[in-house]
């Protein structure tokens, strides 16, 4: 016999979402948006970022805003964390005879194509239901493209993968707000060296 206490529970339980997170400030707007509907852990996944001090930079001010964020939050929409290994060697593999790539070209497609992978992977390893990225909320990054590799890798790892692009409805623009008020260090480019030298 199934309890209507125990209906009101499960009606009430959100899926599990794992957000592969680029960096602190493009996760702000989208923690906002999404926190009331998924339970969301965010994967800090970056081999991309080079430079050891810079993602060391980066994850600490992603771990800063969700610790602020969390101490807002109502108790059910808190978010947890959630990093994978930095190996700038395996970003690099990836990209090989792609260093002379202009930004936006093939080596970033390859470098998404890695990182939502490691997502996917990740989330299918720890029981989530659903993966996506915050990727989509920076205006220099191609929406379109990144749906693609997340829908191709959501069927090949038997995932939804949460396939919206976060700019809208000002999303880019929220999140340069909320890392100002949280007082977020927004770095100014996209972290692998060939991204720096452009």
Known sequence: MVLLSDMKDRMEERPKLLLHSCCGPCSTAVLERLAGSYDITVF?????????????????????????????????????????????EEFFQAVQGLEEEPEGGKRCTVCFKLRLERAAAEARLNGFSIFGTTLTVSP???????????????????????????????????????????????????????????
Not at 45 to 69: A, C, G, M, V
Not at 167 to 191: I, P, T
């Open 140 to 198: 220099h990054k191609d929406y379109p493209l990144i749906a693609k590799i997340g829908k191709d890798l959501s069927l090949k790892y038997a995932l939804s993968f949460l396939d919206m692009d976060f700019k809208k409805k000002a999303g880019y623009q929220r999140s340069v707000e909320l890392s100002r008020e949280y007082g977020l260090y927004r770095q100014n480019y996209c972290g692998c060296c060939f991204s720096k030298w452009d």
């Open 44 to 88: 800090f996944y970056n081999p991309n970022i080079t430079d050891q001090e810079e993602y060391e930079r980066r994850k600490q001010t992603q771990l800063s805003f969700i610790e602020s964020y969390n101490q807002q939050a109502p108790e059910g929409e808190k978010v947890a964390f959630s990093e994978g290994e930095f190996f700038p």
